[in-house]
């Protein structure tokens, strides 16, 4: 089993900052891209910022030069810095996974594991 725990959302007023962490854990055999997503209220899911794990990293037009996405590979997790917030950033936000995990003595085929989501809220 495997699973995606995410932290650091909240409510934030506009110009403000908040970090959110995802934590991959169970029988993991390899993690490779790290994607953060977002779903505002009536809108499609949509893709916020990759990591690869090789540190490549790519962006949604709409948060280049205020989210930084970065690894931890020793912890399998991954963060999401934000600043400069905006009150169209509210929307709950996934972490997802693209790993390979141990099935009893094999490995299996790659997976896309989701987290549960946390709540990102910007005023104005």
């Known amino acids: 089993q495997v699973q995606l725990v995410e932290s650091g959302g909240g409510l934030v007023q506009a110009g403000g900052s908040l970090r959110l962490a995802c934590t991959v854990s169970g029988s993991i055999f390899s993690i490779n891209a790290m994607t953060w997503y977002r779903q505002a209220p009536g809108k499609r899911r949509e893709l916020v910022a990759k990591?690869?794990?090789?540190?490549?990293?790519n962006y949604a037009d709409s948060v280049k030069g205020r989210f930084t996405i970065s690894r931890d590979n020793a912890k399998n997790t991954v963060y999401l810095q934000m600043i400069s917030l905006k009150p169209e950033d509210t929307a709950v936000y996934y972490c997802?996974?693209?790993?390979?995990?141990?099935?009893?003595?094999?490995?299996?085929?790659?997976?896309?594991?989701w987290g549960q989501g946390t709540q990102v809220t910007v005023s104005s």
């Open positions: 997802n996974a693209d790993a390979r995990a141990f099935d009893g003595w094999r490995v299996g085929d790659p997976h896309d594991y």
């Open positions: 990591i690869t794990s090789g540190g490549s990293t």
